[in-house]
Every structure is written in structure tokens, then in C-alpha cells.
T-cell receptor, first 116, second 111 residues
Framework: GAGVSQTPSNKVTEKGKYVELRCDPI?????LYWYRQSLGQGPEFLIY????????DSGLPNDRFFAVRPEGSVSTLKIQRTERGDSAVYLC??????????????FGPGTRLTVT | KQEVTQIPAALSVPEGENLVLNCSFT??????LQWFRQDPGKGLTSLLL?????REQTSGRLNASLDKSSGRSTLYIAASQPGDSATYLC??????????FGGGTRLMVKP
């Protein structure tokens, strides 16, 4: 079946612009996660959703970052007033559910964001 | 706060060698530990997932062990091949629903 998909695969934007990154989870998966991976580092957690609600947004670095999942399927990560330090690969993952026992997370290919 | 460290950060070996990648974590209260492979410009491919009650998992030439009490895991790769060249990441799942990742080990296997 189809895995997690992310669009666009690459995004180049100018400093100060607004960007949206999209994630389509595996069909039927109710939990969705966003991670950010800076060059040469491991991914870092940003936010996760169970259904439509953000269950934990403790990893969002500041209020320029926001994510939504209005219908409990597709999610959009929104970044306002982009800065060069936002340049990274943004990874999305989904799992059947959140909670316990822990369900395996399946990752998408990522969106590479470059802020010039 | 959970911290995950991977040693070495980079490794270059000739084809055919057996090798060990190390992962350590500071909080032993984990539910599972997972090893991933990441090719350049690509997403994460899950290799092995070890539940906290397990000691090891095997898949083909890969064997991962977990010593939860000491906060350590190793990934053993037997008879390495050039196609094994990639970055290997370990991640732990704790009380929260997110994964906490190490910085990765970049492996190069030379023909």
C-alpha cells in the first residue's frame, strides 16, 4: 500500500517568506508526527497529532511554527517569517495510533527546506 | 530529558568486515529502541525494533542488542557490503509518543 507522502520534496524560499509543508499519512493512521533534521544531525521532534488535535507541540521551536490537521488525515506544517536557521529536512511520520502499547512510526521521504 | 548518543559519528571500513555501531541513552525508562537506515537525501527506513522486554533482534546480516538497564544498544553488521553505506540512526521511545534520535553514524563500506 501507499506509504507516507510529503510535498514538496524540495522548497527554496527567501528569508522572511511564509511556507507550507504537506504530509499525507498512511490511510487509517490516526497519529501523525513532525520531526526536523538539520544537516549532520538526527531528527528532532516538533509536534504530534492524535486525530485532529495537537496532542504534544512541545518541540516547536517558537511561535513562527504552526501545524494543523483539520480532518484528521492530511497535515500542514506552516512556518512564518522564515529564517536561514529554519533550513533543514522536515520529516513526517504516521502510526496506527498514539499511546500504548507503542505503535511503530512510518516515515515519509521528507521535505528539504532551504531559506536563502 | 532523554539524550541519545551514537558512537562513532563516522566509520569507513573495507568490504567484508564485521562492524559494530553503538548507541547509548540516558533514561532507561524506554518502551522500545529502533534502528533506522537513511540514504543521502532520503527518508528513514526501519531496520530493527527491539521492545524493552527483549534483548536482541535479528534480520539477515543485522543483529541489534539492547541492554536497557545500562542504557546501551549495539547494531552488528556482518560481512559488510558497499550497499550498506548509509547513515544509521538509533531512536528510543519513552513515556511520550515521540522518538528521540541519536546523531547517527555515517558508514562508508569501500569495495
Amino acid at each position: 500500500g501507499a506509504g507516507v507522502s510529503q510535498t514538496p520534496s524540495n522548497k527554496v524560499t527567501e528569508k522572511g517568506k511564509y511556507v507550507e509543508l504537506r504530509c499525507d499519512p498512511i490511510s487509517g493512521h490516526t497519529a501523525l508526527y513532525w520531526y526536523r533534521q538539520s544537516l549532520g544531525q538526527g531528527p528532532e521532534f516538533l509536534i504530534y497529532f492524535q486525530g485532529t488535535g495537537a496532542a504534544d507541540d512541545s518541540g516547536l521551536p517558537n511561535d513562527r511554527f504552526f501545524a494543523v490537521r483539520p480532518e484528521g488525515s492530511v497535515s500542514t506544517l506552516k512556518i512564518q517569517r522564515t529564517e536561514r536557521g529554519d533550513s533543514a529536512v522536515y520529516l513526517c511520520a504516521s502510526s496506527l495510533k498514539a499511546g500504548f502499547p507503542p505503535y511503530e512510526q512510518y516515515f515519509g521521504p521528507g521535505t528539504r527546506l532551504t531559506v536563502t | 530529558k532523554q539524550e541519545v548518543t551514537q558512537i562513532p559519528a563516522a566509520l569507513s571500513v573495507p568490504e567484508g568486515e564485521n562492524l559494530v555501531l553503538n548507541c547509548s541513552f540516558t533514561d532507561s525508562a524506554i518502551y522500545n529502541l529502533q534502528w533506522f537506515r537513511q540514504d543521502p537525501g532520503k527518508g528513514l527506513t526501519s531496520l530493527l525494533l527491539i521492545q524493552s522486554s527483549q534483548r536482541e533482534q535479528t534480520s539477515g546480516r543485522l543483529n541489534a542488542s539492547l541492554d536497557k538497564s545500562s542504557g546501551r544498544s549495539t547494531l552488528y553488521i556482518a560481512a559488510s557490503q558497499p550497499g550498506d553505506s548509509a547513515t544509521y540512526l538509533c531512536a528510543v521511545r519513552g513515556a511520550g509518543n515521540m522518538l528521540t534520535f541519536g546523531g547517527g553514524t555515517r558508514l562508508m563500506v569501500k569495495p
